[in-house]
Antibody, heavy 115, light 105 residues
Framework: EGQLVESGGGLIQPGGSLTLSCTVS????????MNWVRQAPGKGLQYVSD???????YYAESVRGRFTISRDNSKNTLYLQMNSLRVEDTAVYYC??????????WGQGTRVIVS | EIVLTQSPATLSLSPGERATLSCRTS??????LHWYQQKPGQPPRLLIY???IRAAGVPARFSGGGSGTDFTLTISSLEPEDFAVYYC????????FGQGTKLEI
């Protein structure tokens, strides 16, 4: 069906940068919508960013201008470049496949701690 | 931004009982209202999409309904594995989630 494996999380100081990766198997990232969704400790789910099959990208207001979503079709991998990190960006970041406007496959997540 | 408000925040029930979870949206949405289940230490899992369609492998005791701005997730007879946090989500505009309902024993 498909599997998503995130990596790249860790502990980073405020103002720093980090790039998350999501390695995809079982389907191609090039022809489907892909998202990043995050969850702060003990909190709910928050949309971060998505990339459409045509390459269009969208961002939550809280990360616009600091985060960049991209994909490498040859590596079948999704990325999230995060710059100017803030304490409030601390969360588990999930890579999510979107099919027909719903999130049908989720990765296990990668933890980002900004401190 | 479309705001989703879930109620109650916490629902305390016992196995075998019926659970009804509510999700209200700040404006009327079309069919793009979905439900997810999350257990501790796990990613969310898609349960219901487009208001009432069960995702693959989801037991028939889960059902969704509603229209306009008011939606419900019903679990007809609770099993021990159903105790978790449930989120609703809309996709009429950029994705937003409700704050979650914790279903506890």
């Amino acid at each position: 069906e498909g599997q998503l494996v995130e990596s790249g999380g860790g502990l980073i100081q405020p103002g720093g940068s980090l790039t998350l990766s999501c390695t995809v198997s079982g389907f191609s990232v090039s022809n489907i919508f892909m998202n990043w969704v995050r969850q702060a400790p003990g909190k709910g789910l928050q949309y971060v960013s998505d990339i459409y099959s045509d390459g269009s990208t969208y961002y939550a207001e809280s990360v616009r201008g600091r985060f960049t979503i991209s994909r490498d079709n040859s590596k079948n991998t999704l990325y999230l470049q995060m710059n100017s990190l803030r304490v409030e960006d601390t969360a588990v970041y999930y890579c999510v496949r979107e099919t027909m406007w719903h999130f049908d496959i989720w990765g296990q997540g990668t933890r980002v701690i900004v401190s | 931004e479309i705001v989703l408000t879930q109620s109650p925040a916490t629902l305390s029930l016992s196995p075998g009982e019926r659970a009804t979870l509510s999700c209200r949206t700040s404006q009327s949405i079309d069919r793009l209202l979905h439900w997810y289940q999350q257990k501790p230490g796990q990613p969310p899992r898609l349960l219901i999409y487009d208001i009432s369609i069960r995702a693959a492998g989801v037991p028939a005791r889960f059902s969704g309904g509603g229209s306009g701005t008011d939606f419900t997730l019903t679990i007809s007879s609770l099993e021990p594995e159903d105790f978790a946090v449930y989120y609703c989500q809309q996709r009429t505009s950029w994705p937003t989630f409700g704050q979650g309902t914790k279903l506890e024993i």
